[in-house]
């Protein structure tokens, strides 16, 4: 069982940036992809990034590509989202999940453990 907590949330002008953080409890992490979702009010919850077990790969959506970095630690037990050029549109609450296989299409059911979510919010 992987336990997952975000961190580094808040709120930040448009056009500021925010470094977001998820550490996990399992001492396995690092054989873990690791993905990060947003689900902003009365959306679907959407796929942002992910980055492989050993950070050599990643992949993300479209809107932030050249915005939004995803990097890992495994020596820390941590993933992180590194959001620069924030825009209004980018508010939501920012999930870490974990997953066993590498994978791009940002399909939910491939993820396995979820954490609890951390509020972003931008303001224009």
């Known amino acids: 069982q992987v336990q997952l907590v975000e961190s580094g949330g808040g709120l930040v002008q448009a056009g500021g940036s925010l470094r977001l953080s998820c550490a996990a409890s399992e001492r396995t992490f690092s054989t873990y992809t690791m993905g990060w979702f947003r689900q902003a009010p009365g959306k679907e919850r959407e796929f942002v990034a992910v980055?492989?077990?050993?950070?050599?790969?990643?992949y993300y959506v479209d809107s932030v590509k050249g915005r939004f970095t995803i990097s890992r630690d495994n020596a820390k037990n941590s993933v992180y989202l590194q959001m620069n050029s924030l825009k209004p549109e980018d508010t939501a609450v920012y999930y870490c999940?974990?997953?066993?296989?590498?994978?791009?299409?940002?399909?939910?059911?491939?993820?396995?453990?979820w954490g609890q979510g951390t509020q972003v919010t931008v303001s224009s």
């Open positions: 980055i492989s077990w050993s950070g050599g790969s990643t």
């Open positions: 999940a974990a997953r066993r296989s590498w994978a791009t299409s940002g399909d939910r059911s491939g993820y396995a453990y």
